[in-house]
């Protein structure tokens, strides 16, 4: 008998990954989707635009550390972006018969580890499902500057794996997305250089990447990781969690070399890594 069970599982199995497979085309609405289609981009959806609010939300206190008068612009701006993304993502999630209002008054996003805590790895700190790097509270200008640098960036490399999305409402709200974030990276770009060349600032520079890389890398997921490939499957999804991991890294350890930065060693804790890599912006 577990042997006819099996055999039975098997040929579900199968089923379902033709199934899935045939939903890697375009989709523009619910009734197009499969169960697991619909289960998979909510998990993603959600990620995401928790990342957004708590994201913005982390960034309003850094408006008011910024050390010149155009920087109160632009960091109000890259706030802005921010709460932007989240609700267009948050809008997304509606459309698709989400309880948005009752998701969102559930938690405090607002919330952040004490700022003594150096490193909780993979380590979850709430209940939302913020990516965990927006469990670390941003409490410097430096800080502020480290984190477009080295989180808008690989926020930047997630999207970028999404921009083809086959669920088309997604993908066409994640174009206007990655430009902006393409303006936080590039924001994060000139403060590290300039902030890396002077003296009197290298050293702190150096070591706000020390805590931002290695929190950073810590977002991307495990490789070969079982959801990640259903993602692949059926077109939310491009590559491997570890392969997004690497390009981001590569393009840090080139700024890095230009700026006069070390890249800190990132240990990998597979053991205690997410299986999900995450689309936040
Ligand atoms: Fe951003
Ligand atoms: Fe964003």
Same mark, same amino acid.
């Given at each position: 008998?577990?042997?006819f069970?099996?055999?039975?599982?098997?040929?579900?199995?199968?089923?379902?990954? #033709?199934? $899935? &497979? /045939?939903? *890697?085309k375009?989709?523009?609405?619910?009734?197009? =989707?499969? !169960? %697991?289609?619909? +289960?998979? @981009?909510?998990?993603l959806?959600?990620?995401?635009? #928790?990342? $957004? &609010? /708590?994201? *913005?939300?982390?960034?309003?206190?850094?408006?008011? =550390?910024? !050390? %010149?008068?155009? +920087?109160? @612009?632009?960091?109000?701006?890259?706030?802005?972006?921010e709460?932007?993304? /989240?609700?267009v993502?948050?809008?997304?999630?509606?459309?698709?018969?989400?309880?948005?209002?009752?998701?969102?008054?559930?938690?405090?996003?607002?919330?952040?580890?004490d700022?003594?805590?150096?490193?909780?790895?993979?380590?979850?700190?709430?209940?939302?499902?913020?990516?965990?790097?927006?469990?670390?509270?941003?409490?410097?200008?430096v800080?502020?500057?480290?984190?477009?640098?080295?989180?808008?960036?690989?926020?930047?490399?997630?999207?970028?794996?999404?921009?083809?999305?086959?669920?088309?409402?997604?993908a066409?709200?994640?174009e206007?997305?990655?430009?902006?974030?393409?303006?936080?990276?590039?924001?994060?770009?000139?403060?590290?250089?300039?902030?890396?060349?002077?003296?009197?600032?290298?050293?702190?520079?150096?070591?706000?990447?020390?805590?931002?890389?290695?929190?950073?890398?810590?977002?991307?997921?495990?490789?070969?990781?079982?959801?990640n490939?259903?993602?692949?499957?059926?077109?939310?999804?491009?590559?491997?969690?570890?392969?997004?991991?690497?390009?981001?890294?590569?393009?840090?350890?080139?700024?890095?070399?230009?700026?006069?930065?070390?890249?800190?060693?990132?240990?990998?804790?597979?053991?205690?890594?997410?299986?999900?890599?995450?689309v936040?912006?």
């Open positions: 008998m577990p042997q069970k099996r055999e039975d599982e098997e040929k579900n199995l199968a089923e379902r990954m #033709d199934a $899935e &497979l /045939a939903a *890697a375009p989709i523009e609405s619910p009734d197009q =989707m499969t !169960p %697991l289609y619909r +289960e998979s @981009l909510i998990n959806l959600y990620m995401q635009a #928790d990342s $957004e &609010l /708590a994201g *913005a939300l982390g960034y309003v206190p850094c408006v008011s =550390m910024s !050390p %010149l008068v155009e +920087e109160y @612009l632009a960091s109000s701006m890259i706030v802005k972006d709460f932007r993304h /989240a609700r993502v948050y809008k997304l999630l509606e459309n698709l018969g989400e309880d948005v209002e009752a998701h969102v008054r559930q938690y405090d996003y607002t919330y952040r580890i700022h003594a805590v150096e490193n909780i790895g993979s380590q979850r700190a709430a209940d939302d499902k913020r990516v965990n790097i927006f469990y670390y509270p941003i409490e410097s200008w800080d502020f500057c480290m984190f477009n640098f080295c989180m808008d960036r690989g926020a930047g490399h997630q999207l970028e794996d999404s921009l083809e999305a086959s669920y088309k409402p997604w066409r709200v994640l206007g997305i990655f430009k902006e974030e393409k303006f936080h990276i590039a924001h994060g770009d000139n403060w590290v250089k300039r902030l890396a060349q002077d003296p009197q600032t290298h050293d702190a520079a150096q070591a706000s990447l020390n805590k931002w890389f290695i929190r950073t890398m810590n977002i991307f997921g495990r490789p070969n990781s079982p959801k490939k259903i993602y692949r499957e059926i077109g939310l999804k491009k590559r491997d969690n570890h392969a997004v991991r690497l390009a981001f890294a590569q393009e840090v350890a080139d700024r890095c070399k230009e700026n006069g930065l070390k890249l800190p060693e990132w240990k990998p804790d597979w053991e205690n890594l997410p299986w999900d890599a995450y936040v912006g």
